[in-house]
């Protein structure tokens, strides 16, 4: 009886986690087997005819294959770009420099997407926008571009502008990691005269291969969760064509009052994230590196 | 070592430098050209992009101000503020029940709370819609208030849970041969050794809080209730034309989560590196 006094500890965060984050998800299987007008309260069961029109729009194929290319271009640019350039600035000796620059990389992921997007749909417009300006400036006109009014260009601009975003969140976690390692490490590779590059592959990337394998997985899980960035500079447009995931099941439900194929997407989106939540548990409990 | 660096090795740092800062660069330019540009004029913006503004008024800052940003703003400072202070001792609270209370069922509900961190909120999105509607919720205060709680919770949680682990048992038993009750024992032992990490994670609540957009855009409309990243794009549709007016917004928006985290960087990366790893 004592014992189970002390649940109430953990009551209110179990309540309002069970209520606000478990209990939406699995009311949202229900709601993926019906046809539901939420203005007219109708409702009819159409059992798995919401999953059976998922593979037959092809928005739904545009909005997968952007989250896929989302996702593969933070890779490059956040995983290993961000190791590199946390390795290169860990290689500085002055400890104010190290800091600076850290923390300036850092800046555009302290402020919000949405003030991150409207700034670059800003800088991406054609009339006002520096960018145009710049390649014009430099002899480069000829690749001015409407960047987010064509269907060619939009979702490589959006991205881009991601990459801006969040390259220095990353660089400033694998600093964090680089610093973890022993001095006497670096210290041995040193005396054994290996080079800069070679203390990179052999010391640095096995040394914090624990943080790669984590970043890759949160990487990869933000991929398919992109919202922000495309409702504030294109809402998905021109033609559909910057659709995601998440601004798809947005407009299927809030928009075209679709709400039963809404949670159908609302699904594909949860088995994706788990599926690299559990990825990202085994990178976690596999042995942890050690020295 | 500089002795050691070779002909090849000086070429070398000099690149990497010159790309460092070109990075740097990039990312500083848009942010000053973003700030610059609520000191211009309409005209001016439609000119030389690269131009500085030849008068520095704060018109466009306080127009900005007076057209929505200012409520903006009272929304989300009050938004952040209360959901920091539930999120923040709610999850304190559920850290010290699993880690200095032998209670029932300890691993599972462990499990539960933490579970949560792997659960996307789009998914949850057509129920939570529904279930604010039902409750008469749906575009209120109340309604970011609850779920900035409660999907923070098990980040939060797991965070303040590493923490006291960590904390020697001693200090527990100290406090029962004072006589000190739990209670007593939470608040006045347990919380203020945990100092460090709640620092961290107040700070880490507040950057999410302020940039929050899914939730504040599906479960808002109208001044009033709207926090700032939804007013932004209000502020924008409303008063498209006048872009100067819109990037003094933006700028005001921004500033105080770059200050932020300017003041509190130690404990800000301090928590983001705990939170992805330990």
Same mark, same amino acid.
């Given at each position: 009886?004592?014992r189970a006094?002390?649940?109430?500890?953990?009551?209110?965060a179990?309540?309002l986690?069970?209520?606000f984050?478990?209990?939406?998800?699995v009311?949202n299987?229900?709601?993926?087997t019906?046809?539901?007008d939420?203005? +007219?309260g109708?409702q009819?069961?159409?059992?798995?005819?919401n999953y059976l029109r /998922?593979?037959?729009?092809p928005?739904f194929w545009?909005?997968?294959?952007?989250?896929?290319?989302?996702?593969?271009?933070s890779?490059?640019?956040q995983?290993? *770009?961000?190791?590199?350039?946390a390795a290169?600035?860990?290689s500085i000796?002055?400890?104010?420099?190290r800091?600076s620059l850290?923390?300036?990389?850092?800046i555009p992921?302290?402020?919000s997407l949405?003030v991150a997007? /409207?700034l670059?749909?800003?800088?991406y417009?054609? +009339?006002? #926008?520096?960018?145009n300006?710049?390649l014009r400036?430099?002899g480069?006109?000829?690749?001015?571009?409407?960047?987010l *009014?064509?269907?060619?260009? $939009?979702? *490589?601009?959006?991205?881009?502008m991601s990459?801006?975003? #969040?390259?220095?969140y +990353?660089?400033?976690?694998f600093?964090?990691?680089?610093?973890r390692?022993?001095?006497?490490?670096?210290g041995a $590779?040193?005396?054994d005269?290996?080079?800069?590059?070679?203390?990179?592959? +052999?010391?640095?990337v096995?040394?914090?291969?624990?943080?790669?394998g984590?970043m890759t997985m949160?990487?990869?899980?933000?991929?398919?969760q992109v919202?922000?960035e495309v409702?504030v500079m294109?809402? *998905?447009g021109p033609d559909?064509?910057?659709?995601? /995931?998440g601004t798809?099941?947005?407009?299927?439900?809030?928009?075209?009052?679709d709400?039963?194929y809404? $949670? $159908?997407?609302?699904?594909v989106?949860?088995?994706i994230?788990?599926?690299i939540a559990?990825g990202?548990?085994?990178?976690a409990?596999?042995?942890r590196?050690?020295? | 070592?500089?002795?050691?660096? %070779?002909?090849?090795g000086?070429?070398?740092?000099?690149?990497?430098?010159?790309f460092?800062?070109?990075?740097a660069?990039v990312?500083?330019?848009?942010?000053l050209?973003?700030?610059l540009n609520?000191?211009?004029t309409?005209a001016?913006?439609?000119g030389?992009?690269?131009a500085l503004?030849?008068d520095w008024s704060?018109?466009n800052y306080a127009?900005?101000?007076?057209?929505?940003?200012s409520d903006?703003?009272?929304?989300s400072?009050?938004?952040?503020?209360t959901?920091?202070?539930?999120t923040?001792?709610?999850s304190?609270?559920?850290?010290?029940?699993l880690t200095?209370?032998?209670?029932p069922?300890g691993?599972g509900?462990?499990?539960?709370i933490?579970?949560?961190?792997?659960?996307a909120?789009?998914?949850a999105?057509v129920?939570?819609?529904?279930?604010?509607?039902?409750?008469?919720?749906?575009?209120?205060?109340?309604?970011l208030l609850i779920?900035?709680?409660?999907?923070r919770?098990?980040f939060?949680?797991f965070?303040?849970?590493?923490?006291?682990i960590?904390?020697?048992?001693?200090?527990d038993?100290?406090?029962?041969v004072?006589g000190a009750?739990?209670?007593t024992?939470?608040?006045?032992?347990?919380?203020?050794?945990?100092?460090p990490?709640i620092?961290?994670?107040?700070?880490?609540?507040?950057?999410f809080?302020?940039?929050?957009?899914?939730?504040?855009?599906?479960?808002?409309?109208?001044t009033?209730?709207q926090?700032l990243?939804?007013?932004?794009?209000?502020l924008?549709?409303?008063h498209?034309?006048?872009?100067?007016?819109?990037?003094?917004g933006?700028?005001i928006?921004?500033?105080?989560v770059?200050?932020?985290f300017?003041?509190?960087?130690r404990?800000?990366?301090? %928590?983001l590196?705990?939170?992805?790893?330990?």
């Amino acid at each position: 009886m004592r014992r189970a006094l002390g649940l109430a500890w953990v009551v209110p965060a179990l309540a309002l986690v069970g209520v606000f984050v478990y209990l939406p998800l699995v009311q949202n299987f229900g709601f993926s087997t019906l046809k539901w007008d939420i203005y +007219s309260g109708g409702q009819e069961f159409v059992g798995l005819g919401n999953y059976l029109r /998922l593979p037959r729009d092809p928005v739904f194929w545009t909005s997968l294959v952007n989250n896929v290319l989302y996702a593969a271009v933070s890779i490059v640019f956040q995983v290993f *770009g961000a190791l590199v350039l946390a390795a290169l600035i860990e290689s500085i000796r002055s400890d104010r420099w190290r800091r600076s620059l850290r923390a300036i990389y850092f800046i555009p992921s302290a402020i919000s997407l949405t003030v991150a997007g /409207l700034l670059f749909y800003f800088i991406y417009e054609p +009339s006002i #926008g520096p960018l145009n300006h710049a390649l014009r400036a430099v002899g480069l006109g000829g690749l001015a571009e409407a960047w987010l *009014g064509q269907e060619s260009t $939009a979702m *490589g601009a959006i991205i881009a502008m991601s990459q801006w975003q #969040g390259f220095g969140y +990353s660089t400033l976690l694998f600093a964090v990691a680089i610093q973890r390692i022993p001095s006497e490490i670096y210290g041995a $590779a040193l005396i054994d005269g290996t080079g800069p590059v070679r203390r990179f592959f +052999s010391v640095t990337v096995p040394l914090v291969r624990e943080m790669t394998g984590l970043m890759t997985m949160v990487t990869i899980s933000g991929g398919f969760q992109v919202f922000n960035e495309v409702m504030v500079m294109t809402s *998905g447009g021109p033609d559909n064509s910057t659709q995601v /995931l998440g601004t798809w099941l947005y407009r299927s439900g809030f928009v075209r009052n679709d709400f039963g194929y809404a $949670a $159908a997407i609302a699904t594909v989106i949860f088995v994706i994230t788990m599926a690299i939540a559990v990825g990202q548990l085994w990178v976690a409990r596999r042995r942890r590196v050690e020295w | 070592m500089v002795t050691r660096l %070779g002909f090849l090795g000086v070429i070398a740092r000099a690149f990497m430098w010159a790309f460092l800062i070109a990075l740097a660069v990039v990312v500083l330019y848009p942010l000053l050209w973003m700030a610059l540009n609520g000191f211009k004029t309409n005209a001016e913006l439609f000119g030389d992009p690269f131009a500085l503004p030849a008068d520095w008024s704060f018109e466009n800052y306080a127009k900005a101000w007076n057209r929505g940003v200012s409520d903006y703003l009272t929304t989300s400072v009050l938004v952040t503020v209360t959901s920091t202070i539930t999120t923040v001792f709610v999850s304190a609270w559920a850290a010290y029940g699993l880690t200095r209370v032998n209670i029932p069922f300890g691993k599972g509900v462990s499990a539960a709370i933490l579970g949560g961190l792997m659960l996307a909120p789009t998914v949850a999105l057509v129920p939570l819609v529904k279930m604010f509607q039902a409750m008469g919720l749906y575009n209120s205060f109340w309604a970011l208030l609850i779920l900035y709680t409660a999907f923070r919770i098990p980040f939060t949680t797991f965070l303040i849970r590493a923490y006291m682990i960590d904390l020697p048992r001693e200090v527990d038993e100290a406090a029962e041969v004072d006589g000190a009750g739990r209670w007593t024992a939470f608040w006045r032992i347990i919380l203020p050794m945990c100092k460090p990490i709640i620092t961290s994670t107040v700070m880490l609540h507040i950057l999410f809080t302020w940039n929050e957009y899914l939730f504040a855009m599906v479960f808002t409309s109208g001044t009033g209730v709207q926090t700032l990243p939804v007013g932004l794009t209000s502020l924008m549709s409303k008063h498209g034309t006048e872009f100067p007016v819109v990037f003094a917004g933006m700028s005001i928006a921004a500033l105080p989560v770059v200050l932020l985290f300017f003041l509190g960087q130690r404990h800000i990366v301090k %928590g983001l590196s705990d939170g992805i790893g330990k």
